[in-house]
């Protein structure tokens, strides 16, 4: 079987390229998201959301409401519990945060197992991107838009924030503001990112693709252009290895994105544990 083969034979089958465009879509909108959670250092944060939105989902399923309203809806309870336990008693941020995220998954969790459904709902914690309908396609293609939309029109807003907090509050801007619309758009792209990964490992998809752009460039705005490429390229190999392997694709999807990473912090020429190293002793003098 030629290489062309192997391309096209998935694409013969409709929820392969549904599964494909799908992913592909999340990819982007999460890579471009996570670049700024990587500035500001809120790995934990989008760990902490992505985790709780599980509830709301459930709950907005039950009530036959959009996974969107329930997603936000316990996002920002999340982020409000975490604030009060800081706010009101000696323990800190990052025990709050990981009482809260833990606390409202377990939630989730129990509402699942309770609630009577035809649809297997465990697919929203491991996802099921081979699973995919049209409607399912459209509704995260919107999602996915609205987030990116937001994104682009709130870029230098969102980046003086990510920067400096003090200078963006001097100039006018409100940083409480801002980052209420960062940690509303965790919500809302962890949706996007549901059925391809599942809840367990949007955090991959909001972390990993910013974190490896970060390493290979300085400029922001070239992590805007790297992040997003990178995770939509390993995202297409995952759902390829996914077909060829019969494999989980949520899982294959993280790990290529991973071994992107791994690839990168090695030998990134300028940040990279190994190829910092080489440009050094090429430049050492003889």
Known sequence: MS??????????????????V???????????????LVLIGWSLMG?????????????????????????????????????????TSRVKEDAAIGIVFTTLFALGLVLISVTPSQTDLNHIIFGNILGVST?????????????????VLKRRDLTLYAFDATHAHAIGLNPKLLGALLLGLIALTSVVALQVVGVILVV????IPGATAYLLTDRFGRML???PSLSAASSVVGIYLSYWLDA??????VLVQGAVFALVYLFSPRHGLIGARLRARSHRPA
């Open 3 to 20: 290489l062309l083969d192997l391309l096209l034979e998935p694409l013969q089958y409709e929820f392969m390229v549904r599964a494909l």
């Open 22 to 36: 799908t992913t592909v879509i999340a990819a982007i909108v999460c890579a471009v998201l996570s670049c700024w």
């Open 47 to 87: 760990d902490a959301v992505s985790h709780a939105v599980l509830p709301g989902v459930v709950i907005a399923y039950v009530l036959g409401a959009p996974f969107a309203l329930g997603a936000l809806v316990f996002g920002f309870l999340a982020v409000a519990l975490i604030g009060a336990i800081r706010g």
């Open 135 to 151: 409607g399912d396609l459209i509704q995260i293609a919107i999602l996915a838009a609205i987030a990116f939309a937001v994104l």
């Open 204 to 207: 991959a998809m909001l972390i």
């Open 225 to 227: 252009v790297i992040a």
């Open 248 to 253: 989980a694709s949520g899982g294959l999807v």
